[in-house]
T-cell receptor
Framework: AQSVTQLDSQVPVFEEAPVELRCNYS??????LFWYVQYPNQGLQLLLK??????LVESINGFEAEFNKSQTSFHLRKPSVHISDTAEYFC??????????????FGPGTSLSVIP | DTGVSQDPRHKITKRGQNVTFRCDPI?????LYWYRQTLGQGPEFLTY????????KSRLLSDRFSAERPKGSFSTLEIQRTEQGDSAMYLC????????????FGQGTRLTVV
């Protein structure tokens, strides 16, 4: 069975500073990895995903995450955050190659607060 | 709005009452999922449908919970004899079967049982 750990429950960071949200997973099989974002009073949105190929994946709004198989990590980074990045971020894992959604396991989430 | 919509957005109910939530998926999506999210936790899978067929149910879905998708379009989630532990955000998501890694989530229904 897969599991996801997000060690930081809250991360405050000043505007325009860099940020890293940590995610580690455990699995006995190959995995797909995801980051979801949940803005206040909104639903979950897929931010980026790793399925195969390049271990560095990017989102359209400047976030990137790198799959590190040896360290079983998928940390999310952004070089310069904006106020609008304030949200809850969830790391998620599922079994590859079959990504049946019922097998997607979410982490507990990290609350990112960007301080003006 | 062509996204996933859920109704109501908020529901407060007394313990022991029955509640029903509705989810309208994106129209061309044949898969529909229900998740539950409690405070400080990530979403937990409850059940999912492919068209009108309920393909899998989590052990979290006790016999007080029932979900339907009668015509393969909207879905309902009913909780009978609500308990305080049922208080949570109930999320619905939908996807096209072969693009299951890109499910879209609704805004959720927040249930408070008093």
């Amino acid at each position: 069975a897969q599991s996801v750990t997000q060690l930081d429950s809250q991360v405050p960071v000043f505007e325009e500073a860099p940020v890293e949200l940590r995610c580690n997973y455990s699995s006995s099989v190959s995995v797909y990895l995801f980051w979801y974002v949940q803005y206040p009073n909104q639903g979950l949105q897929l931010l980026l995903k790793y399925l195969s190929g390049s271990t560095l994946v990017e989102s359209i709004n400047g976030f990137e995450a790198e799959f590190n198989k040896s360290q079983t990590s998928f940390h999310l980074r952004k070089p310069s955050v904006h106020i609008s990045d304030t949200a809850e971020y969830f790391c998620a894992v599922s079994e590859a190659p079959k990504t049946s959604y019922d097998k997607v396991i979410f982490g507990p989430g990290t609350s990112l607060s960007v301080i003006p | 709005d062509t996204g996933v919509s859920q109704d109501p957005r908020h529901k407060i109910t007394k313990r022991g009452q029955n509640v029903t939530f509705r989810c309208d998926p994106i129209s061309e999506h044949n898969r529909l999922y229900w998740y539950r999210q409690t405070l400080g936790q990530g979403p937990e899978f409850l059940t999912y449908f492919q068209n009108e067929a309920q393909l899998e149910k989590s052990r979290l879905l006790s016999d007080r919970f029932s979900a339907e998708r009668p015509k393969g379009s909207f879905s309902t989630l009913e909780i009978q004899r609500t308990e305080q532990g049922d208080s949570a955000m109930y999320l619905c998501a939908s996807s096209i079967e072969d693009r299951i890694t890109e499910a879209f989530f609704g805004q959720g229904t927040r249930l408070t049982v008093v």
